[in-house]
C-alpha cells in the first residue's frame, strides 16, 4: 500500500515555500493499493492538486472513492476545484459512514457549500456522475476488494478514522 499527503493542516490552509514540504493545504489523502485501486480521504484543498495530477495523468477509468472522515469544511472544501468532478467522462462516488439523520443530507451539504452565495458554479453544473453516500463503513468493501473499516475517534461534532 502506497500512501501519499496532499494536505494535512485543519480548519485553514497555509500557503508559502515554508509549507512545500509538509504541505500547506487541509486535509486529503491518497491511498493506493498494490492493484493501483485507490482511495481519497478527505476532500480538503490538498485535492485541487491530487485532481490536477489525475487529469495530468490521463485521468481515470473507474469511479473514483472519496471517503470522508467528517463534513467540516476544512475536509470537504477543496471538493470545487476538484478537475475530475467537471469531466462528463468520470464518476466519483463520495462517501461518509452514516451519520445520525438530520435535515441535511450528505449531497445536501456539499451543494450548501457551493450555494451561488458563497460560490460561483453549483454543485449540479459539474460535469462528472457524482454519487452521495452514507452506509455502515463498520466493515465495507472497497475497490479492488479492499477492506475498509470506520473507526469513531474524538473529534467536535464526531469523525471517523
Not at 500512501?3 to 512545500?20: A, D, M
Not at 443530507?105 to 452565495?117: P, S
Request: with cysteine; proline share 7%.
Amino acid at each position: 500500500m502506497k500512501v501519499k499527503f496532499y494536505g494535512t493542516r485543519g480548519s485553514i490552509l497555509v500557503p508559502g515555500e515554508r509549507f512545500t514540504r509538509y504541505g500547506g493545504n487541509t486535509t486529503c489523502v491518497l491511498v493506493t493499493g498494490v492493484a493501483g485501486h485507490f482511495v481519497v480521504l478527505d476532500a480538503g484543498s490538498g485535492i485541487r492538486v491530487l485532481g490536477e495530477e489525475l487529469v495530468a495523468n490521463g485521468g481515470i477509468d473507474r469511479p473514483i472513492p472519496i471517503l470522508l472522515s467528517h463534513t467540516h469544511w476544512d475536509h470537504i472544501q477543496g471538493f470545487p476545484f476538484f478537475k475530475p468532478a467537471f469531466d462528463p467522462r468520470q464518476s466519483l462516488r463520495v462517501v461518509i459512514h452514516e451519520r445520525e439523520k438530520d435535515h441535511r443530507t450528505l449531497q445536501g451539504i456539499f451543494a450548501g457549500q457551493m450555494d451561488d452565495q458563497y460560490f460561483p458554479v453549483p454543485l449540479q453544473a459539474m460535469g462528472a456522475d457524482i454519487t452521495f453516500d452514507e452506509p455502515d463503513l463498520s466493515d465495507f468493501a472497497g475497490p479492488g476488494g479492499a477492506r475498509i473499516q470506520a473507526a469513531l475517534h474524538s473529534h467536535p461534532g464526531g469523525a471517523y478514522g
